[in-house]
């Protein structure tokens, strides 16, 4: 094509159509970024299989998050996370709650691998994997969906040595947070 010349009409509406496609597939994720005092928070899921390792043994899984983001930052440090459980918790023999304003780091290697072109489901605009800091539970996988309806889940791996028992062993748990204006209550 020639600088100048319109664009033939046998392809102006594949060329529609590409735009429209790119348009509708890149959605701006500046709207998942939190505004002074304003978190997503969310329990975590209530099915059995996605409690483990994150609680107390013989207590309610009762495990809250605070999550703030910053998009502009997911290649570095996307968000800070803390928990509600430093009452009960598995760190509040310390006196610590499981998260307390723990930095998500991004692992860039991540985008030069295929995991980061997979998707996660119906209805994700963007997910990402970060390493987030437990304060007495060593370093934790964060799987960060942003939804297309605005929530945020977050699904985290607490590695542990084989023939963990107690607050040592492995855990899994899925998160469903919503953004709250003025914070989580912790």
């Known amino acids: 094509m020639i600088p100048g010349r319109p664009i033939p009409t046998a392809l102006r509406g594949p060329l529609a159509l590409v735009l429209l496609i790119c348009a509708s597939g890149c ?18 899921v209530g099915a059995p299989e996605f409690e483990d390792g994150l609680f107390t043994p013989g207590l309610p899984p009762r495990l809250t998050l605070k999550l703030t983001l910053d998009t502009g930052k997911l290649h570095s440090e996307p968000g800070i996370l803390s928990s509600n ?13 499981l998260f307390q304003d723990a930095p998500l780091r991004a692992i860039p290697q991540i985008d030069h691998d295929v995991l980061s072109t997979m998707t996660f489901g119906e209805g994700h605009d963007h997910d990402f994997f970060a390493w987030v800091d437990s304060r007495c539970q060593g370093t934790v996988l964060a799987l960060v969906s942003l939804m297309r309806n605005d929530q945020v889940e977050m699904r985290l791996f607490k ?9 040592t062993r492995p855990g899994f748990g899925v998160f469903l947070m919503t953004a709250q204006e003025h914070g989580c209550g912790f």
Do not use: M, N, Q, V
């Open 159 to 167: 590695p542990a040595p084989i023939s963990a028992t107690g607050s």
């Open 85 to 97: 459980d430093k009452a009960d918790g598995l760190c509040s023999a310390s006196g610590d709650p």
């Open 27 to 44: 959605r701006d994720l500046s709207r998942f970024d939190s505004k002074p005092g304003e978190a997503y928070c969310g329990a975590i």
